[in-house]
């Protein structure tokens, strides 16, 4: 990553912020995918320093906060988690040994488990890089289909698969 490279993309993007994209409003996402209902400006984010420096993310009852992250990397061998296909559910399963999964919460037997998404990844802006842990809408919204959709891919295609999670890596 260079800062301020000598390029005319560089100049286009600067020119653009400098007139109008300093006061754009910018839509907020929760960890859920959603919007959160809180309007995010420019003072209103935390750089990846700020956030170290404040144990962000370390209150066992969570912190909420907006950040902007270009996404480095995506750890891809464990993308997702065997789910409970039941919607109120979502626990994860455990193979038999037999051709069943059961549900630890629910304790009944299903075919197959539904895929959820259980995602790490790195993130960086000009002050550092951060790991973060992302869950199933999230995923959605990083990766635009379900981790059914992309497990499939990986049973079927590994070089499609990895092109799939590359492409949403390098993203602001």
Not at 2 to 26: C, M, Q, R, S, V
Not at 66 to 90: E, G
């Amino acid at each position: 990553m260079l800062a301020n490279p000598d390029i005319p993309e560089t100049f286009e993007l600067k020119g653009w912020y400098n007139n109008e994209g300093a006061n754009t409003k910018i839509k907020s996402h929760s960890s859920s995918g959603g919007a959160i209902g809180r309007e995010v400006t420019k003072d209103t984010l935390k750089t990846v320093a700020e956030i170290k420096e404040a144990l962000l993310g370390t209150n066992k009852h969570g912190d909420y906060l907006n950040f902007c992250t270009t996404m480095m990397y995506i750890k891809s061998d464990t993308i997702s988690y065997h789910a409970c296909p039941t919607n109120w559910c979502n626990k994860k399963m455990v193979h038999n040994g037999d051709n069943d999964w059961q549900c630890k919460k629910c304790d009944k037997l299903f075919t197959a488990p539904d895929h959820r998404y259980l995602m790490q990844m790195m993130a960086q802006d000009h002050t550092g890089t951060l790991w973060l842990l992302g869950f199933n809408r999230l995923g959605q919204v990083i990766l635009p289909m379900t981790a059914n959709e992309l497990i499939a891919i990986k049973e079927t295609n590994k070089v499609q698969y990895q092109k799939v999670v590359t492409n949403a890596t390098a993203r602001t």
